[in-house]
């Protein structure tokens, strides 16, 4: 390159220099700089003492009623939460305790509740043997085997009311017994053609 041609350049590089800036560029960093300052701008205010302790005031109040809001929550919770678990508790052990327990049985009664039907059916039949035979207290022994371990049982109540209306009739003794079970049968089961029979015994024997 000549002389001639870097006085040209030269001119060339003056004359970009000397144009003016773009005003869109201008105008964004103007922007920019006046957002900057009110954004970031602190603003200070004077309050009166009088205020300040009104505020204090205020929100001292509003400190406490949450305090006492939780202090009540925490004791409702306390109150309903414990006797629940506690009751909870002793359900769980006192329900597997029950579960658990096994009374005491005598022989006795162990007995009456291993009777089988069989032998209820032996006993009524053997109190109907006696029954006819005229021998009434045994009657009434067998009959109440099987009232001591079905009490309602119908053929045995019944059984033990014959047994002393038939001994009312032939020996006069226990006729009051006789007519107070025979009331009782009849109460229980109502009455049929052989309450019907027992009741015109009795009614003969007066």
Not at 32 to 54: G, H, M, T, W
Request: aromatic share 12%; proline share 2%.
């Amino acid at each position: 390159m000549g002389f001639g041609g870097s006085v040209l350049a030269m001119i060339q590089s003056l004359r970009a220099n000397a144009r003016p800036k773009h005003h869109a560029y201008q105008d964004w960093e103007k922007a920019d700089k006046r957002i900057f300052k009110n954004k970031y701008k602190l603003v200070s205010k004077q309050v009166s003492p009088e205020k300040l302790a009104q505020l204090k005031t205020k929100y001292r109040k509003e400190i406490e009623k949450d305090q006492k809001r939780t202090l009540i929550l925490t004791i409702l919770s306390i109150v309903i939460i414990i006797p629940l678990i506690t009751f909870g508790i002793f359900q769980f052990f006192f329900s597997n305790s029950q579960n658990n327990y096994r009374p005491y049985v005598s022989e006795a009664e162990k007995q009456k509740t291993e009777i089988t039907i069989e032998q209820i059916n032996y006993l009524l039949d053997s109190g109907y043997d006696w029954l006819n035979k005229s021998h009434y207290k045994n009657a009434r022994y067998q009959f109440n085997r099987v009232l001591e371990v079905i009490p309602t049982n119908k053929d045995a109540l019944f059984g033990m009311t014959a047994s002393y209306v038939y001994e009312c009739q032939k020996e006069h003794t226990n006729c009051e017994r006789a007519t107070e079970l025979l009331q009782n049968y009849i109460s229980k089961f109502g009455s049929d053609t052989k309450t019907d029979h027992l009741s015109t015994i009795l009614k003969s024997g007066d």
